[in-house]
């Protein structure tokens, strides 16, 4: 298959997916039917208004093997095969709602030399209530960056650049991320206030990164900025596509 058609397959899942997330939130709320109806739900439906904390370690497949192939060639580590990382999360479920909102950052923990980081808003319905069980599904929409320090062998190009500057040079790229996903809680300890409990997830990543720039980071007061040089370089770029599968611990604090 070309690369042509490959990228058609994947803007047509994304496509599907970003419609069917728009149906699924514009649903109407039938949660009165549904609990006389379904002969399974022998409890009350949750009503108070929640806020979790969420930690979890990532597994992903996404890959651009153009900048793992120029990493390889100037002797740095590229990213494992399957690489490693840990995400935070903040999220809220208002009074009598089935959605769940939040807000999460995590990078790649696993040995390489590319920095990696990201920052993403999630909107997930519950679709299953239980007790001591949801399982939800839904969308993440966000940015990432990566960031690559040049302390070792380089081109030509931009060693000389590193000498003219004085300066220990970086490439740097942001992105786009768009993050369909489901996700499955269990919370087997639960007081009326607290409840604690483990969570997975699937979500299928689609990652549309810019061109890499080349440049320094510079301290302004107690911050630092990155300065480019240019913005533009020889060093290629690809979108990245790929699943990512989360496990973690679940902390849930309600109020009246």
Same mark, same amino acid.
């Given at each position: ?55 979890? %370690? ?45 807000? /999460? ?16 808003? $999630? ?98 007061? /107690?911050? %630092? ?16 596509? $790929? ?14």
């Amino acid at each position: 298959m070309t690369s042509t058609g490959c990228m058609g397959n994947h803007f047509a899942m994304l496509t599907a997916l970003l419609l069917l997330s728009v149906l699924v939130f514009a649903q109407p709320n039938n949660d009165s039917l549904y609990r006389s109806s379904n002969s399974l739900h022998k409890y009350e439906d949750d009503s108070t208004f929640s806020v979790l904390f969420n930690i979890s %370690t990532v597994f992903t497949t996404a890959k651009d093997p153009k900048i793992n192939n120029f990493l390889t060639k100037y002797g740095y580590h590229p990213p494992q095969n399957i690489p490693v990382g840990i995400n935070l999360e903040i999220a809220t479920i208002p009074f009598n709602s089935k959605m769940m909102y939040s807000l /999460q950052g995590g990078t790649i923990i696993s040995t390489q030399d590319i920095v990696s980081a990201h920052f993403t808003l $999630g909107a997930y319905r519950r679709f299953v209530e239980r007790k001591h069980f949801w399982f939800l599904a839904g969308l993440g929409l966000g940015t990432h960056g990566d960031r690559v320090v040049l302390d070792g062998n380089m081109p030509e190009s931009f060693d000389s650049l590193a000498k003219a500057y004085n300066k220990l040079l970086s490439l740097h790229r942001t992105g786009f991320l768009v993050e369909p996903a489901a996700r499955f809680f269990w919370n087997p300890i639960q007081t009326k206030k607290i409840q604690l409990g483990l969570f997975a997830g699937t979500a299928y990543d689609f990652g549309f990164n810019t061109k890499w720039k080349l440049g320094y980071f510079k301290e302004n007061g /107690q911050f %630092t900025s990155f300065k480019r040089i240019r913005n533009t370089t020889n060093v290629q770029t690809q979108k990245e596509f $790929g699943w990512a599968f989360t496990d973690g611990i679940s902390f849930c604090f309600k109020f009246d």
